[in-house]
């Protein structure tokens, strides 16, 4: 061959390797993704409880004692995996926030709040709230 008729490019070999290297850093990646995403998914709940605790207290204040329920726009989000759910016998509450879907594998389970500023999980673990 001819120096200018050399072919350039990428063997097989070569192909199989990095699609090697590429399998195995998505191996490694994904759990520590979906870690932080569930990580996430929980700060946006205990957000939205945090938020609906402070709407029920204004309305306490005003009528007297805690609504039943609450609005759609007080804790409704988007792109929160959670469904939050109030619990209310006029001097005291629950708010839970229970997880749906992908968020089933949380550790924590359900976060709940109550009119106390007592926090909760379903796993009785107090790190749920703190990290």
């Avoid at 569930?38 to 939205?48: N, V």
Wanted: positive net charge; contains cysteine.
């Amino acid at each position: 061959m001819k120096p200018s008729q050399l072919q350039t490019g990428f063997s097989l070999i070569e192909l199989i390797c990095v699609m090697a290297i590429i399998g195995l850093l998505t191996a490694f990646a994904m759990p520590v993704y979906q870690t932080a995403q569930s990580r996430s998914q929980r700060q946006l709940a205990k957000l939205a409880l945090m938020k609906s605790a402070q709407w029920l207290e204004q309305a306490a204040t005003s009528q007297g004692s805690y609504p039943d329920a609450l609005p759609d726009s007080v804790w409704h989000t988007a792109e929160l995996r959670y469904r939050l759910s109030l619990s209310s016998q006029g001097q005291s509450y629950i708010l839970t926030a229970t997880p749906l879907g992908a968020q089933n594998k949380d550790t924590c389970g359900a976060l709940t709040l109550n009119q106390a500023g007592q926090r909760g999980s379903q796993s009785n673990d107090s790190n749920c709230w703190s990290k």
